[in-house]
């Protein structure tokens, strides 16, 4: 069965601080992995990572796919308040002409003054 | 551009009833796909819908069935409800099979089972 593992599950940090966010995956047929922000309701999306080693970065938000490795890290420098949020790593895989994403359980950040 | 609609956004049900809930995806996406989410379990896949076909299913009963109409708009039903459907319903909807980058979610439906 695939499975996506997030860590931590929880983490408190102070504005300004630099946060990492782990995400390991064991999924059959890869095709990408996702990172997505959910604050109150929809999920809203991050960041799409189909090659290893290959960094994204979007302002003070960065990821980076290990393939070999199966895992993500998604990175926030100088944190903010407003990135107080539960954090999501999903995976697409895909079987023929079917396809799903399998997500984690999230990781909740709050970031304090 | 409209984004995902889902209605209701919130319902209240006892046990044994059916609930049907409905998503209209943005314009042009034909790519529908449905997740629940509980706090013990994030968010698991239902299903996914691509021009009126069901192109997967996640690992649920099959009290939970699904549709999709020709101007792409989806419905999911849950019958028989049981006190663990209480959840997050999202939709989230793309425009190819596989352009999960450009995957928007609505904002939920949440259903009470009491």
């Known amino acids: 069965e695939d499975k996506v593992v997030q860590s931590p599950l929880s983490l408190v940090v102070h504005e300004g601080d630099t946060v990492t966010l782990n995400c390991s995956y064991e999924?059959?047929?890869?095709?990408?992995l996702l990172w997505y922000k959910q604050e109150k309701k929809a999920p809203t999306f991050l960041f799409m990572l189909t090659s290893s080693g290959i960094e994204k970065k979007s302002g003070r938000l960065s990821s980076i796919l290990d393939k070999k490795e199966l895992f993500s890290i998604l990175n926030i420098t100088a944190t903010q308040t407003g990135d107080s949020a539960v954090y999501l790593c999903?995976?697409?895989?895909?079987?023929?002409?079917?396809?799903?994403?399998?997500f984690g359980t999230g990781t909740r950040l709050q970031v304090t003054l | 551009k409209a984004g995902v609609t889902q209605t209701p956004r919130y319902l209240i049900k006892t046990r044994g009833q059916q609930v049907t809930l409905s998503c209209s995806p943005i314009?042009?996406?034909?790519?529908v796909s449905w997740y629940q989410q509980t706090p013990g379990q994030g968010l698991q896949f239902l299903f996914e819908y691509f021009s009126e076909t069901q192109r997967n299913k996640g690992n649920f009963p099959g009290r939970f069935s699904g549709r999709q109409f020709s101007n792409s708009r989806s419905e999911m039903n849950v019958s028989t409800l049981e006190l663990g459907d209480s959840a997050l319903y999202l939709c989230a909807t793309h425009e190819g099979r596989f352009s999960y980058n450009e995957q928007f979610f609505g904002p939920g439906t949440r259903l009470t089972v009491l």
């Open positions: 314009s042009g996406h034909r790519s």
């Open positions: 999903a995976v697409a895989s895909h079987t023929g002409t079917a396809s799903k994403l399998t």
């Open positions: 999924v059959t047929n890869f095709r990408s």
